[in-house]
């Protein structure tokens, strides 16, 4: 019955359309130190993921090499086979994720244009994230003489169409689904620009980070939640087959809605019809300015105890929406979190 009173008590606070987070703890419980056999497993997958760092070093460098003897054609992330520019200096990025990934690739200096909420990307120009990503400005974007735009799935299909019948060359990168998918956009970004050692790099850090996860939250069970990433009156949570399932499910959980896939917009008599398997509720809306104490006396939430520090977990939203290599920055804090007696070092 609590779970059901702390989900009811969330609803609540959904339609009242904003909290004050500051009274929640930052992880949700007491941190304590891992030690023994936990150290050894920890430091023997590091080891092992060194390993295969060098040796994805050693693989990204041969198929340059070969990519540069053979043709400039690699394969798109529709399964297309695209012919790559000579040479690329000045990139257009209508996505945050997109502009991540370059910036990772050391390539934030060749970025002429962005989305506005690449803005807070280090090292990126503040100044040229001016694009809508929902409403490109073709034309502002062919006057800036791009030698690629890389465009994200939300900027639709359409401005890819629209830009190549203008002459400008474009590359289409689809709503990553998995982590696996990530590393996927991180391989064919790198091989467009030819940055294929740094891609190898961010790929390494990316599965270490993850195998570090995987190896201090084994033999944990998995905990069942609610992720929200939209409040009312649009509710939409996370279902399977989506990157942030994924990064649930490494962190050492599983979304409530795991039967549906995709971004699921929901009710809240069906967020009501799982509450007694709801064991935590993860969301990235900002509830500003709401105290909770207040609904304590309306009728039917009288038992405000429900809703406990640790119970809602406030996320930071960039972390959690931009399919980037920075997602196993995000599956560390959520395994901290769903875990709270698990170490997670920076």
Known sequence: MKKIAAVLVFIIVLAL??????????????????????????VSARNEEEEKKRLEKLEALASEDALTATSAVIMDRTGSEVEVPEDIKRIVSTTPAITEILAGLGLSDRIVAADMFSGNVPGVDKSVCT????????????????????????????????????????????????????????????????TFEEGAELISEMNTDILYVRELTAGFEPKTVYFEISELPDICTVGNNTFLADALRIAGAETVFSDMDGYVHVTTDEILARAFDIEMVFTTVSYEGYDPLEIG????????????DGYLYPLDTDAFSRPSQNITKAIRSLALMIHPVVIVTE
């Not at 909290?19 to 050894?40: A, R, V």
């Not at 800036?144 to 990168?173: F, K």
């Not at 006396?297 to 406990?308: H, M, S, T």
């Open 17 to 42: 359309g904003g909290c004050d987070n500051s009274h929640y703890t930052e992880y949700g419980g007491e941190i304590t130190s891992i030690t023994g056999s936990d150290i050894d497993a920890v």
């Open 297 to 308: 006396g309306r009728e039917g939430f009288e038992d405000i105890k429900a809703l406990q």
């Open 131 to 194: 694009l809508d990503m929902m409403h490109i400005d073709t034309q502002e974007i062919a006057d800036l003489s791009p030698d690629v735009v890389i465009i994200g799935e939300i900027s639709g299909y359409d401005t890819v169409r629209a830009l190549q019948s203008m002459g400008v060359y474009t590359a289409y990168i689809p709503t990553a689904k998995s982590i696996e998918a990530i590393k996927m956009d991180i391989e064919f970004i790198a091989a467009l620009t030819g």
